[in-house]
């Protein structure tokens, strides 16, 4: 079997705040689908099933652990809360949550994020707060 570099057909979504173009997924419901070569037309899961140990390494989970998207934002966007692992797989079915790290191409001059919440937050007192822009 020859490796090669494969493409992904990106999955589409429109949000509210703008567009993401998800451009590598293994995700039970959002599965990338291979767009060129011997593979195309392929799942990624299906993919990986045949190439386990050449994609993953020996003795790595069955599935890719990563989602790669790349995000066009024309507003504020949503507030990002995901699930950890354990909660995941009780609460949602799905054998991981979703971890995330941004790399940021290109910043709006006016931009900012806003991480975690003030010492004191807690579920009760959550939904009434007023939203501050971070400093």
Known sequence: MILYPILFTPI?????????????SCRPL???VIENGE??????????ALNHA????????????LLVKIITARDTLSV???????YARRAGGFDTGKSEMWYVI??????????????GVTRENFPT???????
Do not use: C
């Open 12 to 24: 589409i979504k429109t949000m509210i705040w703008g567009q993401e173009s998800w451009d590598v």
């Open 129 to 135: 707060l007023t939203p501050q822009k971070a400093t």
């Open 39 to 48: 593979y195309a037309g392929m799942g990624f899961d299906a993919y990986i």
């Open 106 to 119: 290109e910043p709006p001059t006016d931009g900012n994020l806003v991480i975690g919440l003030k010492d």
């Open 80 to 86: 990002q809360v995901h699930p950890g692992d354990e």
């Open 30 to 32: 959002e599965m990338g």
């Open 54 to 65: 050449l994609v993953l390494g020996a003795g790595a989970s069955e599935r890719f652990p």
